[in-house]
């Protein structure tokens, strides 16, 4: 804090915050930035009696409100995955490998990455929104003066919801997805319901489902914080607000593939 204020008072933080306004420089300072908020929300004490009930509120907002249309892309993924995956191995290979190849390729890949978008989609662009509308009415302000700390208080609950709910989220996609794909591979696509199933089972691999699960839980942290991230910096009135919540929503998105490739060559570059 020292050398914090040490910084604001020689005008080098001024400096700074002037320079990153220019385009080239707000490149290269905008990830620092990001990382710095993150760090700024999750480092640090917390109060769990404040923060416990706000992680309640978020987890059930954007947790178990996200579930209907998890659900809905779940069965159509079963659907999709299966015909794909028999279409490109039936007569070649075995009828079981049409589930060993529904079975890890949704546990993998579909199932994090096509719930890490739709989350993105609903709820960093509701994070960015309701943060913003703050932000341009200056009720984080008023939270300043009340001694209140905003990060805690508005950001730290809504990114822990997501980190803790996106992976939940991505069990219910692998579930509902593998059992449909079941049942339209036994009903239409002439592979019996033993050979899918022990082409699931026999091929399972907890690696796969590990790495699925930490995917899940990174994409979810980076989705909360990008929303926080631009509803905390709103400018411009009710157009910032749209702004920020585009730029959330991108965010996220691009985020997520990034992580995806870096997980991967931790988890399943053999």
């Known amino acids: 804090m020292a050398v914090l204020s040490l910084l604001v008072d020689s ?10 306004n220019i385009p080239r420089v707000r490149v290269l ?14 480092v640090g004490s917390w109060d769990l009696r404040r923060t416990w009930s706000r992680f309640i509120e978020q987890l059930s907002v954007h947790g178990v409100g996200a579930l209907p249309v998890i659900v809905l892309t779940s069965v159509f993924i079963g659907l999709t995955t299966a015909v794909q995956t028999s279409y490109q191995l039936m007569g070649v290979v075995p009828k079981y490998f049409v589930g060993m190849g529904v079975g890890r390729i949704v546990l993998i890949e579909l199932a994090p990455v096509l719930t890490g978008f739709i989350v993105a989609g609903r709820s960093a662009s509701a994070i960015a929104a309701e943060l913003g509308a703050m932000r341009v009415s200056e009720q984080i302000d008023a939270l ?3 001694g209140v700390d905003p990060y805690r208080y508005l950001c730290l609950p809504r990114i822990l919801a997501m980190t803790v709910g996106l992976p939940l989220l991505v069990v219910v996609t692998e579930v509902v997805a593998v059992f449909t794909a079941l049942i339209i591979s036994a009903s239409m696509l002439d592979v019996p319901a033993s050979t899918f ?3 699931v089972t026999h091929f399972f691999m907890l690696r796969d489902f590990t790495g699925g ?3 899940a839980a990174l994409f979810g942290m980076l989705i909360g914080n ?3 991230y631009y509803g905390f910096n709103v400018q411009g009135g009710a157009q910032g607000v749209g702004r920020a919540t585009t730029r959330a929503v991108v965010l996220s998105a691009v985020l997520i593939l990034l992580v995806d490739f870096l997980v991967a060559l931790i988890f399943f570059n053999e």
């Open 11 to 20: 005008g080098t933080i001024d400096l700074w915050q002037s320079r990153a």
């Open 29 to 42: 300072v905008a990830p620092i930035d990001y990382l710095a908020f993150l760090a700024r929300c999750l």
């Open 144 to 146: 300043d003066v009340m």
């Open 197 to 199: 199933t022990y082409g």
């Open 213 to 215: 699960i930490v995917k």
């Open 226 to 228: 990008s929303g926080c």
